[in-house]
């Protein structure tokens, strides 16, 4: 999961790789292709939004935890 403040620039999306059942994940370093995605711009509104994937690579079955791309007010000081 990663956030942001309204109106800034999205973050860098990122992913790691779970251990399941014993395995250690990626293997003789090897690397996915593809990218993280998300619907949120520069200019959406406060909320949550869904990153996606598109990582592939041709000895792995890719399987995908949800992850939210939260976008949090922005503080600002009115003077009177």
Avoid: C
């Amino acid at each position: 999961n990663k956030s942001k403040v309204y109106k800034d620039a999205n973050p860098t999306l990122t992913y790691q790789i779970e251990q399941i059942n014993g395995n250690r994940g990626l293997i003789n370093n090897d690397t996915f292709s593809g990218n993280l995605t998300t619907n949120a711009t520069l200019n959406s509104e406060i909320g949550s939004y869904g990153i996606m994937g598109n990582l592939s690579n041709p000895n792995y079955t890719v399987s995908y935890i949800p992850a939210q791309l939260s976008i949090i007010s922005k503080d600002i000081t009115a003077q009177v």
